[in-house]
Each structure stands twice: as C-alpha cells, then as structure tokens.
C-alpha cells in the first residue's frame, strides 16, 4: 500500500472522531517515566496527544511526532490551549520515510502498529541512536486486541518484547535492555467500555 494511502487512512480515523479535549497519557509511560528527571522526549505516532501533553505538564520539552496531519494539527491547538505551546513541538512524519531530528533523553512509542508497510525495527533502531548518553527508549505494544481496535484480525500475532528487542538487534555494550514484560490491564475505549488487554513492555538504555 501507497504512502497515500496511509496518509488518508490515518488522517481519516483522526477526522471521524471529535477532537480529544483531555486525552490522557498511556499508563505504561507514566509508571515508567514518573521518577526520571525532564528533558528532551520524543513522542513517536503521537495520535490524540495524552503522552505529549502529560510529559509537558512534567516539565519535558516535546517533539510529537504523527503521519496523520489532523493530528499533529489538534494536538498543536491543544498544547497551546493548555500554555504548552512552548513545550510542544508538533512535527508530520511518515516513519516509512523519514524520522525526526535530534537526540533525546526519551523516545516513546505507544503501539506503533499500522496495516500500512512499515519496517518498525529499522525505526525503533533509529529510535536508538537518537537516544543521549542515559536517555531510554520505551516501546509498548499490544499483546492482545481490544474490541474497538481497528485490528481484529484473529491470526495476528503479536511479539514479545524479547523478539522485539531481539529484531532491533542494537550492541549490547552501548543499549541495555532495562525491562522487557507483559502486563495486564483494564482499558478504557470509546463510550467507556473496558477490557481486560495484554501490553507488551520493552524499555532500553542507551548506556555507552
């Protein structure tokens, strides 16, 4: 599939639903993340903005990163709505083509799936190097569907976070491998329907 197609898929999933006013961030980034001090974070497929906007609101400077247009451009007017603009950097980025400038004490993508061609270890390799001395990587991705998810195929299979870290194949003597699991929770969708839903977890440090 075109890099078009992507594009209008995306940005037409963003369209057909109201514009979040309080997106919230995703619980494995603030379990993760509460206890390091701020600095320079990257937000990879941004979406709504919760993680952008909560890592602000701690005092991080944000690059937000999406392929979808509508996105970016939202998250801009909410960020300067709340007095973040100044911490908020909104950027369109089609990761099959092209990633984000700078080095960074954070680089965070939250399921970072897409039905669209995307070679995600080149990217979450990518993602690594733009890492600082101490700065960390936090990947999670699904381990289960929701019932809302626009995946439902039933044959998906979904790596472990060892796999994953395994496939972005990074020197062990410069990236160590600091949590590698799969949790559980209960998830909150459209309308306030829950599920119970499986996360898969890999955090790396850039140590050398």
Not at 1 to 26: C, E, K, Y
Not at 39 to 62: E, I, P, R, T
Not at 182 to 189: E, N, Q, S, V, Y
Request: proline share 7%.
């Amino acid at each position: 599939m075109s890099t078009t197609d992507a594009v209008t898929f995306w940005d037409g999933l963003h369209a057909a639903r109201p514009a979040a006013i309080d997106p919230q961030p995703n619980a494995r980034l603030t379990e993760t993340i509460t206890s390091l001090p701020p600095g320079d974070a990257l937000d990879l497929g941004c979406g709504d903005g919760g993680d952008a906007l909560w890592l602000a609101g701690q005092g991080w400077h944000v690059t937000a990163a999406d392929i979808s247009a509508v996105a970016v451009e939202r998250l801009a007017v909410l960020a300067r709505s709340r007095g973040l603009g100044d911490r908020v950097i909104t950027v369109r980025h089609d990761l099959h083509k092209s990633f984000p400038q700078g080095g960074f004490d954070l680089i965070c993508a939250h399921y970072l799936h897409t039905p669209f061609d995307l070679d995600r270890a080149t990217v979450l390799r990518s993602a690594a190097r733009a890492l600082r001395l101490g700065g960390r990587l936090l990947v999670v991705d699904h381990g289960s569907a929701a019932p809302w998810s626009w995946n439902q195929d039933p044959d998906v299979r979904y790596p472990s976070p060892r796999e994953v870290a395994a496939g972005i194949d990074l020197d062990p003597a410069t990236w160590t491998v600091e949590r590698a699991d799969t949790p559980r929770r209960i998830a909150t969708g459209p309308g306030g329907r829950t599920a119970e839903i499986t996360d898969h977890v890999l955090l790396i440090r850039r140590t050398a």
